[in-house]
């Protein structure tokens, strides 16, 4: 019995128990929150954007803020047309970050147009299938999209054409060495007369002219032994591949000679394939090389965030519109106050301030102005980099600091040059080549080899003393005469014309066969009545003659003076008309206030500095001044309060230029 009612007890006591657990049901389950959020009242939430769990759970931003990067801020009141999206205010419209909505992205090489993604291609380029295409060089789209050139064939100005091999041009269709084809002698189409061969893009006839010293006959043809590459100074003298013959030597073609002697390039570029071509290691990582839309002016870009080269090259933002991963978006200048800065002011105190009152100072990021007529990384304009091994100056252009030729006054391909030399006689790159000769430029148009004065046969031949072309090519005199001044005479004891090893001198002015064959005259002296002398005065000797001084030829050949400038014998050079100028490489200068020349000719002040009285100082920001060549600020300088060497006491303050 007793056994009985401990049974009933335990029954009822594991049944109490079940009935309590049953009540209580399954134990809570934590959220598990990811990435940046975190648990707050039992819901994952980002303290950085959560108004109400703002920086930490629990703290609330009031009705009139918002959360950002977990700190209360005052709500943004955006523009008409904008939208308060995380970022800031922006156009749906046409931002490509919040296209259409906030957060929604347009993909890379998409730009956001009326709210919607969309392809936008550069100018000269066409949207195929989705890709931006060059119609005028794309191999598989030529001229139209689909349009594939076949094998062997390139795409050029939209037309398929044939690939020549190296050194070869292709004319109607044929690949052709236009050095030494007949009918394509220089060029497509140019035919040379029956009897005639091509040597070197010239046509010329099998005759040995004799009389020309720069010309030899080999195994029985005619060759000019200043620039045969197999016949280099002398027969069978062959020159190296990649070599050019120079005036009878054999010199690597380079930047000194590239595809022709004497044809140099410029800093920022290199000779390849016999031409001067823009390297492509000239910019810093990250900058592309962009051509202005001028077509002269290279500079280096951030495709990303240049508003004027945006996406690509010359793609420029319509203004004050900036760029953003290379889409035009945004705007240029951030907010300053309740106003937008133009590009010469910075934002101080919450105010537009002018940079300067010269133009050339902008605000080109980081709220600062650089002189944009100066500064490497803003030459020209805000993110115009002037590529490695250029400087920027003269008037915001990119040039070569140790140019060859020499420095001059004209921008030419990166460089400054002077126009009137043999290399740019009229304008930039408009080299003197006569009969395949650098030959001389005066008054800035080319003359022929004064010495050689005529083309013969594809060489230069002196017509005025050649026995086989005498006068004219192939006028050749008789036996036992001698070509005098274009004309064949008999030669006697009163002819001064000798035979001098390989050809007839005039021995009584020659230079190099004075009185005598091979009597040289000294440097700066010249040959009259077969004697040796130096130029009467106010005279100049050039290639062996003294020539008078005149207004084209002021104590140099083809030294022409400036219209504010006359021809000085004292001074042997030009004299400028206003005595406070200076002549320098075909200009009068003001040394004084000039900073290309600030001094002395030649002597540039540095990117930071201008130039006054003759020596350089540097260029102050908006509110300071120069005292000792210093730039301070006489509002807050102890030592120059309200001006230039006005020092404050001990313990004292300079307040709006009043020692305190």
Known sequence: MRKFRWMILLTVLIGFVQLRCANQGPPPVTPQCSGEEVLCNETCTSTKTDVNHCGACGTSCSANEICKDGACEPKTTCATGQAQCKSGCTDLQTDANHCGTCGTACSP???????????????????????CIDLQTDTQHCGACGKACGAGRVCLQSKCVVVCATGQSNCSGQCVDTQTNTSH?????????????????????????????????????????????????????????????????CVPENN???????????????????????????????????KGSSGTQWRCVDLKTNSAHCGSCNNACPNSIGCSNGVCSGFRYPVCGNSRCDEDETCQSNSCRS????????????????????????CGGCGLQCPNGLKCGLLGHCYDPTPSPGYGPTYCEGAYIHIGSSENCSRCRDACYFCGELTYCNNNACLPNQTYSACCGGFLTNVYSDRNNCGACN??????????????????????????????????????????????????????????????????LWQGRCYPVDKNNCWGRGVVCPSNASCSNSQKGCLCSDRS???????CIDFQNDRNHCGGCGK????????????????????????NKICVNPNTDTKNCGGCGRACGTAQLCVNGNCQ
Request: some cysteine.
């Open 581 to 587: 100028l200076s002549y320098c490489r075909g200009f």
């Open 604 to 627: 540039a002040c540095p990117a930071d500095s201008l130039c006054s009285s003759g020596s350089c100082f540097k260029v102050c920001n908006s509110g300071q001044i120069v005292c």
């Open 355 to 378: 940079c300067s009152s010269s133009s050339q100072f902008r605000n080109c990021g980081n709220n600062k102005c650089v002189d944009t007529l100066s500064d490497n990384a803003n």
């Open 256 to 290: 000194d000679n590239c595809g022709r002697c004497q044809n140099r390039c410029f800093g920022h570029q290199v000779c390849q394939q016999g031409k001067c071509v823009t390297r492509t290691d000239i910019c810093p990582t990250g900058l592309t090389l962009c």
């Open 185 to 249: 002698c220089g060029g497509c189409g140019k035919t040379c007369s029956t009897g005639q061969t091509c040597n070197q893009g010239q046509c010329s006839s099998p005759t040995h002219h004799s009389g020309n010293c720069f010309t030899i006959q080999c195994k029985g043809v005619c060759i000019n032994q200043k620039q045969d590459t197999k016949n280099c100074g002398g027969c069978g003298l062959v020159c190296k591949s990649g070599e050019l013959c120079c005036g009878g030597e």
């Open 475 to 540: 006028n050749q005199c008789a036996s036992g005469k001698a070509c005098v001044q274009g004309s064949c005479i008999t030669s006697g004891a009163t002819n001064p014309w000798t035979w001098c090893t390989k050809q007839w001198a005039d021995v009584s002015r020659d230079v190099f066969h004075c009185g005598a064959c091979h009597n040289r005259c000294p440097d700066g002296q010249y040959c009259v009545n077969r004697t040796c002398q130096v130029c009467p005065k106010d005279q100049y």
């Open 109 to 131: 090489g998409q730009s956001c147009v009326k709210g919607q993604c969309k392809l936008v291609c550069p100018p000269g380029q066409t949207n195929c299938s989705g890709q």
